[in-house]
């Protein structure tokens, strides 16, 4: 029996030994492998971003009638139907358009969109009264009485200035929006969990950014009327009987 001759790497030599190339090309080749399942892991678990967009330098001139209340909303008539845009001051700050409610106005601004729900974000300064307005009533339909598990967001991150702009990473950015007069919105699911995104009121109607504060980007569930106003939902109800989910 002849003895084997272990192989043995000299760094200065010009060749490396057949035992080790060989087992050098398997280690390599597994090294290779296992780092693309891992990329291939991140990849796939990690959740995808909602397709949103905020247009910024992508300044756009609009034509429209504000609504003030509960929160500003540009109406604009497109053919025989209206649309609606809610209005938000530059960072995080509401628009203060009170003065221009029922004018019919020409407004510049940079859009905000997401699931068919449009924002515009005033530039400082450029709303402009142009003639009489017309008429511009939204319909309005009673959808009933809903009892909603979701969570309270500040409508111009989650509409695409941050993504993702909801959950708990973005409290304090959403709590400080809200205050500052950006639109609360309750982000639920229907019967069928489609994500669905409403307006919230109180139930006299009323804008509740102050009182909502202590809910935001917590799961809550919240019992009240939900309104179809053109194309946006709403849900009137009391903050006070909003429940935080333990």
Do not use: W
């Not at 790497?9 to 290779?32: D, E, F, Q």
């Not at 609606?84 to 859009?111: E, I, M, W, Y």
């Not at 009264?129 to 511009?136: F, I, K, L, R, T």
Request: glycine fraction near 10%.
């Amino acid at each position: 029996m002849s003895e084997r001759e272990d192989e043995f790497y000299l760094g200065y030599l010009p060749n490396t030994p057949h035992g080790i190339a060989r087992l050098m090309r398997k280690v390599s080749l597994a090294l290779i492998v296992l780092v693309a399942l891992i990329s291939l892991g991140i990849i796939f678990g990690l959740q995808k971003l909602p397709h949103s967009m905020f247009e910024f330098g992508q300044e756009r001139e609009f034509t429209g009638i504000i609504k003030a209340l509960p929160y500003p909303t540009l109406l604009m008539r497109e053919g025989n139907s209206l649309s609606q845009f809610l209005l938000v001051g530059a960072g995080k700050h509401g628009a203060n358009v009170n003065k221009f409610d029922g004018k019919n106005v020409r407004l510049t601004g940079t859009r905000i969109l997401r699931d068919g729900v449009t924002m515009i974000e005033i530039v400082d300064g450029s709303i402009q009264v142009e003639g009489n307005p017309n008429n511009a009533i939204l319909p309005t339909d009673d959808l009933g009485t809903f009892t909603l598990v979701g969570e309270i967001v500040d409508s111009k991150c989650y509409l695409g200035v941050m993504n993702p702009g909801n959950t708990k990473p973005h409290r304090e950015c959403a709590a400080l929006c809200i205050s500052g007069g950006i639109p609360p919105m309750f982000i639920a699911r229907d019967e069928t969990s489609n994500k669905i995104a409403l307006l919230l009121i109180s139930k006299e109607g009323n804008a509740v950014n102050q009182d909502v504060l202590d809910f935001v980007a917590e799961p809550v569930t919240i019992t009240g009327q939900v309104l179809r106003e053109g194309e946006q939902l709403i849900f009137r109800a009391d903050p006070k009987m909003y429940q935080r989910i333990q």
